[in-house]
């Protein structure tokens, strides 16, 4: 997996990574709320973050890239 797209649109109200963090599958990238709810997005899977590309208060689409890895 390259990347991290946005399941939903919504909110970005968190960001629990920065570029060159190594993640494993599971670990919790990103806090997404869509319809006032909050939803905690995972890494698909083990990997070196390379680009996060949104900001907290940022506005997504779905199928955004939110992550590189």
């Known amino acids: 997996v390259n990347d991290l797209k946005a399941p939903m ?3 970005i109200v968190g960001i629990a990574v ?4 190594t ?3 599971g670990d ?3 806090i997404l709320e869509a319809m006032k709810m909050e939803n905690v997005l995972k890494s698909p899977g083990e990997g070196t973050v390379r ?3 949104v900001g907290k208060g ?3 689409e779905k199928g955004q ?4 890895f």
């Open 9 to 11: 649109p919504g909110l």
């Open 58 to 60: 940022d506005r997504v």
């Open 28 to 30: 919790t990238v990103l």
């Open 51 to 53: 680009a996060v590309r």
């Open 23 to 25: 993640v494993q599958k």
């Open 65 to 68: 890239v939110l992550i590189e």
């Open 18 to 21: 920065q570029p060159g963090d």
